[in-house]
């Protein structure tokens, strides 16, 4: 029965033509309205049975789906990509509703994952935040004085052990800097004294 919805089929004893999965179209995307509309007015009354019909479909086959699931996109990475493109482009507040959600629920986990992106792809990265800070300079120092303003503390311990685990580094950028700019030393260092 590969060519039929089973969902269709075992809940609602329609003879549906399967898209993906052994699902039909709406079915497979879980948008059981559309699948009413086209059952036809018959049956729009069973609205809140066909849904929970495909809730619980769903439910007792999470594994089965969610392994042809993977199976799909792994076979049509383009096509998915493609299709997650078009929709987040229409969906943009929605999807950004749900990423924040998700955040919000998950933080550790997104963390985790952050890192690791991070760790593997640290040239990607790099090259990404130099373009952003080049494309922002403005947000991203009002979002720096932001910060520093907010986290005193944190910065000031983050300064001293910078410091401290860099003495040498420090020192020849100083020296680096004086050579190069004796002049203004020079000046800097005579109103220090004028001004006590
Ligand atoms: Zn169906």
């Not at 792994?74 to 998700?102: C, G, H, I, L, T």
């Not at 985790?112 to 120092?141: G, M």
């Not at 009002?142 to 300064?159: F, G, L």
């Not at 910078?162 to 000046?187: F, G, M, P, S």
């Amino acid at each position: 029965m590969a060519d039929l919805c089973s969902p269709c089929l075992e809940r609602l004893g329609r003879r549906v033509a399967a898209y993906r999965l052994g699902m039909c179209r709406d079915c497979f995307s879980g948008k059981p309205s559309k699948s009413i509309e086209q059952f036809g007015e018959g049956d729009f009354k069973n609205r809140e049975k066909v849904a929970d019909s495909q809730r619980r479909y769903r439910a007792e086959n999470r594994e089965k789906l969610a392994d042809s699931q993977r199976r799909y996109k792994a076979e049509n990475r383009e096509k998915v990509a493609d299709s997650q493109r078009r929709y987040y482009a229409e969906n943009r507040e929605k999807v950004a509703a749900y990423q924040r959600r998700y955040k919000a629920e998950n933080r550790e986990k997104v963390a985790d994952s952050q890192r690791r992106y991070k760790a593997e792809n640290r040239e990607k990265v790099a090259a990404y935040q130099r373009r952003y800070k080049a494309e922002n300079r403005e947000k991203v120092a009002d979002s720096q004085r932001r910060y520093r303003a907010e986290n005193r503390e944190k910065v000031a311990a983050y300064q001293r052990r910078y410091r401290a685990e860099n003495r040498e580094k420090l020192a020849d950028y100083q020296r680096r800097y004086y050579a190069e700019n004796r002049e203004k030393v020079a000046a800097y260092k005579l109103g220090a004294v004028e001004n006590g």
